[in-house]
């Protein structure tokens, strides 16, 4: 059975840094794609970052420079490397991964969420 585990979150100082790992120990050929979402209390859900099945990579304005997604394949792994942290970043993270089952066959995963707190 195919799922995956967000973690890295946590809470970090105004400045710091984070990694956040979405990773799955379930059977896949590849990751196709992945995004990163986050929602902070009260607000919508936001798209923050993702990547796509040729490795291009998109950001929310408010995060380019700051945040990088990436992935491993070998790993089974999204990442999220955010640096320079700021409150307005304080928020539950998921991440959505589009899995490539077999050749013709993608199936879509959303993470359980990880809880990032940026705060003095």
């Known amino acids: 059975q195919v799922q995956f585990v967000e973690s890295g979150g946590g809470l970090v100082q105004p400045g710091g840094s984070l990694t956040l790992s979405c990773a799955t120990s379930?059977?896949?050929?590849?990751?196709?794609?992945a995004n990163w979402y986050r929602q902070a209390p009260g607000k919508q859900r936001e798209l923050v970052a993702f990547i796509t099945n040729q490795g291009n990579t998109h950001y929310t304005d408010s995060v380019k420079g700051r945040f990088t997604i990436s992935r491993d394949n070998a790993k089974k792994t999204v990442y999220l490397q955010m640096n320079s942290l700021k409150p307005d970043d304080t928020a539950v993270y998921s991440c959505?991964?589009?899995?490539?089952?077999?050749?013709?066959?993608?199936?879509?995963?959303w993470g359980q969420g990880t809880q990032v707190t940026v705060s003095s």
């Open positions: 379930g059977s896949i050929l590849s990751i196709y794609n």
């Open positions: 959505y991964v589009v899995a490539e089952l077999s050749g013709s066959l993608k199936q879509g995963y």
